[in-house]
């Protein structure tokens, strides 16, 4: 599979595996804890998950699922903005690694911008990576100009910025992808579907028929050939992992590309960056 490197020159599969929504309903926990052990499996090894997702129970799933595999693991999670200060981000950070049964994330990230300076985050991002809670850090849903006071706060050890990025979100394109390039930044890319919404649409559709592929594996190979950018679509069915993961070896061409790009437009201008 395709990889992606953060700043530091670790790699990681360009495909990742996300728990927004898990572990909402009891009755489907095994099912859920089947499809990350399979993506692991199938090489799907980066998992994002954060504090926030079901208040912990998220955390404590993949806990589960990664039990005896921590070690193919590529872990990631994210602190609440206001836990993100430095007298909570440690006792933050601690909670989400007892849920998760580990002694370390790989990468932890601050959720979105709240009311903490940035440069009291970053002091105390690094404390956790000298402690060796983190192995580094990084930031989701911080724009253009959020970065930049990022970086004046000294945080140029960011390792990447989780946004909202898809086909039909596709604002990032015009200013923030560039500046991330500029920096040798990935992005890790969430709700790369559109929650779904993307699946019936008529040009992704046809593509997808062309190539005797899913809607979905579309979506994603349009992210995949994108240099930088890490999707990290939400499964919760071994099926729907596997699905996913023939994305990566489906090949858009630059006719299907072309296509893409017409019936979904580039940005022409800056377009604040969007959340869900």
């Known amino acids: ?30 099912q859920e804890i089947a499809a990350l052990r399979e993506g692991i499996d199938l ?3 980066l998992i994002d998950t954060a504090e926030m997702y079901g208040e912990g129970e998220a955390e404590s799933l993949v806990g589960e699922a990664i039990a005896g595999r921590r070690h193919k693991v590529f872990l990631v999670s994210k602190a609440y903005p206001h836990n993100a200060s430095a007298h909570r ?8 690694l007892r849920r998760l049964g580990t002694d370390h994330l790989d990468l932890y990230l601050l959720h979105w911008r709240g009311n903490v300076p940035l440069a009291e985050t970053v002091e105390a991002m690094e404390q ?15 724009d253009t100009d959020d970065m930049g006071e990022l970086f004046d706060a000294g945080g140029e050890a960011c ?5 909202l990025y898809n086909l039909t979100r596709r604002g990032p394109e015009f200013d923030l992808l560039p500046w991330l390039k ?5 992005v890790m890319a969430y709700s790369p579907i559109e929650q779904g919404r993307l699946l019936g649409r008529r040009a992704i559709v046809d593509i997808a028929e062309l190539h005797n592929a899913s809607p979905a594996q579309v979506a994603l190979a349009w992210l995949l050939q994108r240099d930088g ?27 299907d590309l072309a296509e893409l790009d017409r019936r979904f437009l ?5 377009h604040p960056l969007e959340m869900l």
Not at 182 to 186: A, G, L, T, V
């Open 128 to 142: 956790l990576v000298e402690a060796g809670l983190i192995a580094r850090w990084g930031v989701s849903n911080l």
């Open 182 to 186: 500029r920096c040798s930044i990935p």
């Open 89 to 96: 981000l440690r006792r933050s950070c601690e909670a989400s």
């Open 229 to 255: 950018v890490l999707p990290i679509p939400k499964a919760g069915s071994v099926e729907h992992v596997r699905d996913n993961r023939a994305a990566a070896d489906l090949v858009l061409t630059p006719q």
């Open 159 to 163: 390792a990447t910025n989780q946004i």
């Open 266 to 270: 580039k940005p022409t201008r800056h």
């Open 1 to 30: 599979m395709k990889t992606v490197s953060f700043p530091d020159g670790t790699s990681v599969p360009a495909l990742g595996l996300g728990t927004w929504m898990m572990a909402e309903k009891p009755h489907l926990r095994a």
């Open 43 to 45: 090489g799907m090894t």
